[in-house]
């Protein structure tokens, strides 16, 4: 298990504050990505990372930012909260174990109002 | 532009039977195709992936079928369980830590 562990689990914020979404690791991962969940859209890339202050937009980056520090810890923030980002985010870290693939944590609830 | 089409939304099969789920992509430089199954209230898990060496992959009751030329890969799952009951997405992406474009999803329900 790569110990992934997104928090908080759930939030309920109101519209035009900012949140901050956190992704945690414990094995060191280059690559880093945070995806939202949204029925029928499939699971859409906002931002990932690729090292240490290195990071890139996705498909849906716009009202994101991301932030990262140390290898360990993938911050995604909502600068100013809408509800159309009212939404199920998951963070995921790409590692090879036998085959490449991603191992996605548990996912932050996130609901706007 | 969706990158990766995924058929059909929904699925609903008899224990025992085959579920088929259909991906299309257009980008050919993609060259790594995995499945993901996600359970309610869970992340998404790698479930088979595929590279277009080749055209078939199994493992255990779930295949692969990858056709390159037609730009289309497919999961079968034999012998359907309850159990399998789930999301499944279709991924694709090119080699090299590039972000892995995801088709909408397939939510498949095993009935008894």
């Known amino acids: 298990d790569a110990g992934i562990t997104q928090s908080p689990r759930h939030k309920v914020t109101e519209t035009g504050t900012p949140v901050t979404l956190r992704c945690h690791q414990t094995e060191n991962h280059r690559y880093m990505y945070w995806y939202r969940q949204d029925p029928g859209h499939g699971l859409r890339l906002i931002h990932y990372?690729?090292?240490?202050?290195?990071?890139d937009k996705g498909e849906v980056s716009d009202g994101y930012s991301v932030s990262r520090s140390k290898t360990e810890d993938f911050l995604l923030t909502l600068e100013s909260a809408t509800s159309s980002q009212t939404s199920v985010y998951f963070c995921a870290i790409s590692e090879f174990r036998e085959v490449y693939g991603y191992t996605f944590g548990s996912g932050t609830r996130l609901t706007v109002v | 532009q969706q990158q990766v089409k995924q058929s059909p939304q929904s699925l609903i099969v008899q224990k025992g039977g085959i579920s088929i789920i259909n991906c299309a992509y257009e980008?050919?430089?993609?060259?790594?195709f995995p499945w993901y199954q996600q359970f309610p209230g869970k992340g998404p898990a790698l479930l088979i992936a595929?590279?277009?060496?080749?055209s078939e992959k199994k493992e255990g009751r779930f295949t692969i079928s990858f056709n390159k030329s037609a730009k289309q890969f497919s999961l079968h799952i034999m012998d359907s369980q309850p159990g399998d009951s789930a999301t499944y997405f279709c991924a694709a992406s090119i080699t090299g830590n590039t972000p892995l474009v995801f088709g909408k999803g397939t939510r498949l329900s095993v009935i008894a």
């Open positions: 595929i590279r277009p060496d080749v």
């Open positions: 980008n050919t430089a993609f060259d790594y």
């Open positions: 990372s690729y090292g240490v202050k290195d990071t």
